[in-house]
């Protein structure tokens, strides 16, 4: 991980390194998220305003924010390898939600929107899945690979998230 440091510095004398602050933690933190979630920084501020500003716990909204991101849910499926991958999926126009066209990467999919692709795109799609062999689709989504459908069945909560992320950390970053 490229946040993983050795316990000295670079340099000929092995002088110990200093202690991270609080507020570096934070930052670690958040640019770790907003790293693997392939978001901006003003993007990621905004998901954290809209966090804020719900109902219920802030670290749950905002994973729900961030995972309902239509890129983040092709990744989720196997679709595509990275988040680059299926941001280009989706940039391309190959994506269809709800029968309609959709080339928005950001956009927020709720619970009972139907996505389907294409017909040009199915035989890349099949190549990615069969790369991402043995990959595992979260139960809040419902994929069906022989007819390259899927559906959402409900919101995702912080279980579902494949990685380790302190939203705590995030927040308080935010304050």
Known sequence: CSFDRRPNPPGPRPARRRKV??????LREKQR?????????K????????A????????????????????????????????????QIVGHG???VNGVKTDISSY????????????G????LRDNMEQNAGHNVPNWLGWNPAQLTAKVNALPTPEDVP?????NLIIEFYR
């Open 21 to 26: 602050s609080d507020r570096g933690l934070q």
């Open 33 to 41: 998220a907003r790293v693997t979630y392939g978001v901006l920084e």
């Open 43 to 50: 993007q990621f501020r905004k998901y954290m305003d809209m």
């Open 52 to 87: 804020k500003r719900s109902k219920g716990n802030t670290a749950n909204s905002m994973i729900q924010l961030l995972e309902t991101r239509l890129d983040n849910v092709l990744r989720r499926l196997g679709v595509g390898k990275t988040i680059w991958a299926t941001r």
């Open 94 to 96: 190959h994506v269809i």
């Open 108 to 119: 927020r999919v709720k619970p009972g929107d139907t996505i389907t692709f294409k017909e």
């Open 121 to 124: 795109i199915a035989k890349v």
């Open 163 to 167: 990685f380790e992320v302190n939203m």
